[in-house]
Every structure is written in structure tokens, then in C-alpha cells.
């Protein structure tokens, strides 16, 4: 790649980051650095990432994420030379923070799935795109549209980049890339838990947005139904990290506007259970998983470290 740029957004961190971007600016490497002087949200971040930005194309990365696969941002340039899209996504792969090499790394909760284009002004957009995890910011590239940046939703920690992936899709199409060539950090960390106890619910803002792109009812229906079910599902993952007060909560809220709460009711009932479940017992189980979905590949390490972020991107640049 001959025209591309580097953006990094700095959350007024104290471990020397600007001596890092400094040190890579020194060898040619195009960074564009700013840094908040006080810690903000995310979505601040972001937004400071997405006005900066010169290019066609914003793919957006974590500090604690890295790109594996050497051919990656070419199969991303390949697919946006062929349809143009509004947004892509890249499958992620999670992992737990304490372990270190990557023979740990597992599927989590997002399972491989080939490539995909969505066609724009596509009715069923939400039903496609509901399982892709789209609230997780790495892995996403989205088309630099300034006019819809004001889609972006401030008051969501959760989900407030995807008033802007539906509207970017609707007008321009999406594309979904199934292989797994990023690797992102699992909800072991529990950075997200304060939003099941927040007033404004995340699930409500996700099934929200889809109402603007589902017009018919049934299909808003299956919609709704399913996103409460999955949440439901994902009952055994929060219990690693929420106690049962917190996670009481998480089904309350799932529960008050549930329309077809007693179709659902076995899910309830096994989330209820879940929320009652010692760690002990299932963090063995969740291990077990882990052995049976573990991906496996050779020479690459786990580490937080920007320096290494940074050199996994420009090796793909390169």
C-alpha cells in the first residue's frame, strides 16, 4: 500500500504512547497522534478517529487487538474495490486476557461463517447483520461518510456506533468477511457490565435501530424475539464476570417488554438457573469449550502492548 494513514486516538494514557507514535513518525510511518488531556468515553474516541481521518475507508482497531493474518488488509481491499460497501466486518476472535499464546485463542461467541455481501436498501438488514457482533469495535471498516457521522449515538457505550453501520449499509451495501483474521479481547474484563444497569437498556437501543430498516412487523417480530433469546444465551458468559444481583438485573430488563416472554419461558428459566450457578462449576465447563473451539497458530503472541498493534498493522501494509 502506497496512500493509507494511521490514526491513534489517545485516551490520556500515562505509559509513554507518545513517545511510541513519536519513534514510528521518525521512520516514515504516516501517524496522524492526538490526545485527550482527561479520559473520555469511547464513542469520543472514535469520533475524534472518524474527523481526522483522509481516506475512503476507517478500519477501526483497539489498542489490546492486533491483525494475524499478513494478507488481511488485502482481502479487505479486494472486497471493497469489488462492491463498494457502506461497511465491512471482520469476524473476531476472542480470548481471555490471562492467557498468553494464541494455541488459547477461541471461537467466544461468534461462530466462522463464509464471506457475505448484503445489497444496499436491503429490507432484512437487521436480520442479517444481528449476529455479527457489530457493537465490537475492532474488525469494523467503515466507508468515510461525513455527512452521516451525526448518526453516531453519544448516550450508548455499547451500541453507539450502529445507527451509522445500518445507515452505511442501507445506502451502500455491507460486506461480511467470515475468516477470522482479527483478535479481540473476551468479556472476561467486564468493561460493558455497568450497562445492564444503566437506565437506558443496550438491548432497547439495538432493537431500536432496527425498527427504522424492518417496516413490516413480522419480520421486526422474529427480530425482537430472537435478540432476547440470545441475550438469554448469553446468560452463562455474564455469570463469569456479574454477580447474581447484577445479573438479575440483566433478565429483568430482557423480561419487562418480552412479548412473547412465555414462548421464551424455557429461556428464562435457564438463565435464571445460570445466574444461580457457583464459578466453580462453571468456569470447568467453560474451559472445556475453550479445549474443544481453540484455534491454533504458530509464532504469534497475545500482548497489550501498542508497539505490537502497530507493527501488526504496518506488516500487513507492507
Do not use: C
Not at 474484563?189 to 437498556?201: A, C, D, Q, S, V
Not at 430498516?213 to 455474564?238: C, G, M, P, T
Not at 463469569?240 to 430488563?253: D, E, F, G, R, T
Amino acid at each position: 500500500f502506497t496512500s493509507y494513514e494511521i490514526i491513534i486516538s489517545d485516551n490520556a494514557s500515562t505509559d509513554g504512547t507518545k513517545d511510541l507514535v513519536l519513534r514510528y513518525q521518525k521512520q516514515g510511518y504516516p501517524i496522524s497522534y492526538h490526545r485527550f488531556k482527561h479520559k473520555v468515553a469511547p464513542q469520543r474516541n472514535v469520533l475524534k478517529g472518524f474527523y481526522l481521518a483522509k481516506g475512503k475507508y476507517i478500519f477501526m482497531l483497539g489498542d489490546d487487538d492486533a491483525i494475524l493474518k499478513i494478507d488481511t488488509l488485502k482481502k479487505i481491499y479486494q472486497q471493497a474495490n469489488r462492491y463498494h460497501p457502506g461497511f465491512m466486518k471482520i469476524s473476531v476472535i476472542f480470548y481471555y486476557e490471562n492467557l498468553e499464546t494464541i494455541n488459547d485463542i477461541y471461537k467466544g461467541l461468534l461462530l466462522p461463517s463464509g464471506n457475505k455481501h448484503i445489497p444496499l436498501k436491503y429490507p432484512a438488514l437487521p436480520l442479517e447483520m444481528s449476529d455479527k457482533f457489530l457493537e465490537f469495535i475492532s474488525g469494523s471498516i467503515y466507508k468515510n461518510d461525513r455527512k452521516l457521522l451525526s448518526y453516531l449515538n453519544h448516550d450508548d457505550v455499547l451500541y453507539f456506533s450502529l445507527p451509522l453501520i445500518y445507515e452505511l449499509s442501507f445506502r451502500y451495501g455491507a460486506v461480511f468477511l467470515g475468516n477470522q483474521y482479527i483478535i479481540g479481547r473476551y468479556f472476561e474484563t467486564g468493561h460493558f457490565f455497568y450497562n445492564f444497569i444503566e437506565p437506558k437498556f443496550s438491548l432497547d437501543t439495538l432493537l431500536n435501530n432496527a425498527k427504522n430498516y424492518l417496516k413490516d412487523s413480522e419480520s421486526y417480530q422474529i427480530f425482537d424475539q430472537k435478540q432476547r433469546r440470545s441475550a438469554l444465551l448469553h446468560v452463562v458468559n455474564w455469570r463469569l464476570i456479574l454477580s447474581p444481583k447484577l445479573l438479575a438485573v440483566y433478565i429483568n430488563k430482557i423480561y419487562i417488554k418480552d412479548k412473547w416472554r412465555y414462548s421464551n419461558a424455557v429461556y428464562y428459566i435457564q438463565a435464571l438457573i445460570l445466574r444461580l450457578v457457583p464459578k466453580f462449576i462453571l468456569l470447568p465447563l467453560k474451559r472445556i469449550y475453550i479445549f474443544w473451539n481453540k484455534k491454533s497458530i504458530k509464532n504469534a503472541i497475545i500482548t497489550k502492548d501498542l508497539s505490537y498493534v502497530l507493527k501488526s498493522f504496518i506488516n500487513n501494509i507492507q
